[in-house]
């Protein structure tokens, strides 16, 4: 966003403050709660480039393969589109085989009235450029978010102002009413999914929406977001710790899916971001490596070493709140999915061999044995900095301390899951953001 001190960029002064925005979410305490990892404020004119380039190899070190950036705008000196010939540039720069792809952001391109003629347009201008994806055939790649939020003939309408241009293009679309879009948008997709499931009881077997693509010779597309909380909205959806992430990852292994897109690298005002974060750190990022791998490969990647991951909130979902700063009532939890609020702490295992794992925390100790492998152990949300450990034989392996004081008062709700690891050190900033001081 800027290239400031991070303790008074846009992040920290803006968007996390309740203050920020000249107020505009100051009764839902700010609109995120997580900040991009800080960094010093760099001297090189072409710092956004950098930072680009910065996410390009965070992404390809976990075996992602592309960005789908959000085209909201399309218009030279608009932000998103700015940003996409920048990131254009950046994964040039790299040369490390990482692409990207324009994704049409539905909603906000059919509200600014912006025709098939003048999307096809402005993608006809970077067409040639070698750091887009393109398929076997070497046609680029077309992206959408809420596909179906526009008529077929809107697509229809770019696809045809871009073949009078002399550019063939592959469609993949995610749609958000999946089975009711189907008969309208799936023929001429060439490759389908949904927006994503939001809670594990609304994680549901694909083999059926594969094989019925597959039998179309069309992809299927497995959308993930690790969690889903959007302050600015006062709702958010229960992800259940990181049990969202990896059951949705591991019906996508089991299903057959071709291949996954994750819902955001960097959205951090739904909290569907994958890239590492103040909040965060790297545990989402770090776990989502061993299924990217296990997907990519057909087999589940040997665990060549004990690594634990934590993943917390900082508060119960009904921790009392201050109702003359928040303006809503408690953060609401869309009841049509029927998962019911989780106030747990999770260890997630990563083991070589049998172990101890225990959980501490007010005193008290919980241990669970677990054999090698990938071991999930939970315990009820308690005050205080939970210390995870990992025992072998007698001897304390693994000793981890959580970053986050779990706490029972609060002036604003703050229902963002955190976490952390044991191969990584704290990054700095993770003190709760102003929100929850």
Same mark, same amino acid.
């Given at each position: 966003?800027?290239?400031k001190?991070?303790?008074?960029?846009?992040?920290?002064?803006?968007?996390?403050?309740?203050?920020?925005?000249?107020?505009l979410?100051?009764?839902?305490?700010?609109?995120?709660?997580?900040?991009?990892?800080?960094?010093?404020?760099?001297?090189?004119?072409?710092?956004?480039?950098?930072?680009?380039?910065?996410?390009?190899?965070?992404?390809?070190?976990?075996?992602?393969?592309?960005?789908?950036?959000?085209?909201?705008?399309?218009?030279?000196?608009?932000?998103?589109?700015?940003?996409?010939?920048?990131?254009?540039?950046?994964?040039?720069?790299?040369?490390?085989?990482?692409?990207?792809?324009?994704m049409?952001?539905?909603a906000?391109?059919?509200?600014?009235?912006?025709?098939?003629?003048?999307?096809?347009?402005?993608?006809?201008?970077?067409?040639?450029?070698?750091?887009?994806?393109?398929?076997?055939?070497?046609?680029?790649?077309?992206?959408?978010?809420?596909?179906?939020?526009?008529?077929l003939?809107?697509?229809?309408?770019?696809?045809?102002?871009?073949?009078?241009?002399?550019?063939?293009?592959?469609?993949?679309?995610?749609?958000?009413?999946?089975v009711?879009?189907k008969?309208?948008?799936?023929?001429f997709?060439?490759?389908?999914?949904?927006?994503?499931?939001?809670?594990?009881?609304?994680?549901?077997?694909?083999?059926?929406?594969?094989?019925?693509?597959h039998?179309?010779?069309?992809?299927?597309?497995?959308s993930?977001?690790?969690?889903?909380?959007?302050?600015?909205?006062?709702?958010?959806?229960?992800?259940?710790?990181?049990?969202?992430?990896?059951?949705?990852?591991?019906?996508?292994?089991?299903?057959?899916?071709?291949?996954?897109?994750?819902?955001?690298? *960097?959205?951090? =005002?739904?909290?569907?971001? @994958?890239?590492?974060?103040t #909040?965060?750190?790297?545990?989402?990022? %770090?776990?989502? /490596?061993?299924?990217?791998?296990w997907?990519?490969?057909?087999?589940?990647?040997?665990?060549?070493?004990?690594?634990?991951?934590?993943?917390?909130?900082?508060?119960?979902?009904?921790?009392?709140?201050?109702?003359?700063?928040?303006?809503?009532?408690?953060?609401?939890?869309?009841?049509?999915?029927?998962?019911?609020?989780?106030?747990?702490?999770?260890?997630?295992?990563?083991?070589?061999?049998p172990?101890?794992?225990?959980?501490?925390?007010?005193?008290?100790?919980?241990?669970?044995?677990?054999?090698?492998?990938?071991?999930?152990?939970?315990?009820?949300?308690?005050?205080?900095?939970p210390?995870?450990k990992?025992?072998?034989?007698?001897?304390?392996?693994?000793?981890?301390?959580?970053?986050?004081?779990?706490? *029972?008062?609060? =002036?604003?709700?703050d229902? @963002?899951?955190?976490g952390? #690891?044991?191969?990584?050190?704290?990054? %700095?900033?993770? /003190?709760?953001?102003?929100?929850?001081?």
């Amino acid at each position: 966003m800027d290239n400031k001190d991070p303790a008074s960029d846009q992040f920290t002064l803006q968007q996390m403050s309740p203050t920020g925005n000249n107020g505009l979410y100051y009764g839902s305490g700010g609109r995120m709660r997580q900040r991009p990892l800080p960094r010093p404020v760099s001297s090189d004119p072409q710092w956004k480039i950098r930072d680009m380039e910065d996410d390009v190899d965070r992404a390809s070190a976990i075996g992602l393969d592309c960005f789908f950036l959000s085209l909201c705008t399309i218009s030279n000196g608009s932000v998103c589109w700015d940003e996409f010939r920048d990131l254009l540039v950046a994964a040039n720069n790299r040369n490390n085989g990482f692409k990207i792809v324009p994704m049409m952001d539905v909603a906000s391109l059919m509200n600014a009235g912006k025709t098939g003629a003048e999307i096809a347009s402005a993608l006809a201008s970077i067409a040639n450029n070698p750091a887009l994806m393109r398929d076997k055939n070497g046609h680029i790649y077309i992206g959408a978010t809420n596909g179906d939020l526009a008529p077929l003939s809107w697509w229809q309408a770019i696809k045809s102002n871009l073949l009078q241009r002399g550019i063939e293009a592959s469609y993949v679309l995610t749609v958000q009413a999946y089975v009711k879009s189907k008969p309208t948008y799936m023929p001429f997709a060439d490759g389908y999914g949904n927006m994503g499931a939001g809670t594990p009881l609304s994680v549901t077997d694909a083999s059926d929406r594969v094989a019925e693509l597959h039998q179309l010779g069309k992809i299927h597309v497995t959308s993930i977001k690790p969690q889903d909380f959007r302050p600015s909205k006062f709702w958010y959806l229960e992800p259940n710790n990181s049990v969202l992430l990896r059951s949705v990852l591991t019906n996508a292994i089991s299903s057959g899916s071709d291949w996954l897109l994750f819902n955001s690298w *960097n959205d951090r =005002t739904e909290s569907h971001e @994958l890239a590492p974060s103040t #909040g965060t750190q790297y545990a989402l990022y %770090d776990v989502a /490596a061993y299924y990217i791998t296990w997907f990519k490969t057909g087999s589940p990647p040997p665990i060549v070493r004990d690594v634990l991951y934590y993943f917390h909130r900082i508060m119960w979902t009904t921790t009392p709140f201050d109702p003359t700063k928040q303006t809503m009532a408690f953060f609401r939890h869309p009841s049509e999915d029927k998962q019911q609020p989780v106030n747990e702490i999770e260890l997630l295992a990563f083991l070589t061999a049998p172990g101890k794992l225990q959980i501490s925390l007010g005193g008290k100790a919980t241990p669970q044995d677990a054999l090698a492998g990938i071991t999930s152990f939970r315990i009820p949300l308690a005050a205080g900095k939970p210390t995870f450990k990992l025992i072998r034989n007698g001897l304390t392996k693994i000793k981890l301390t959580s970053a986050f004081q779990i706490r *029972n008062t609060t =002036t604003w709700q703050d229902l @963002l899951y955190r976490g952390g #690891g044991s191969t990584r050190p704290v990054v %700095d900033m993770v /003190a709760n953001p102003p929100v929850t001081q």
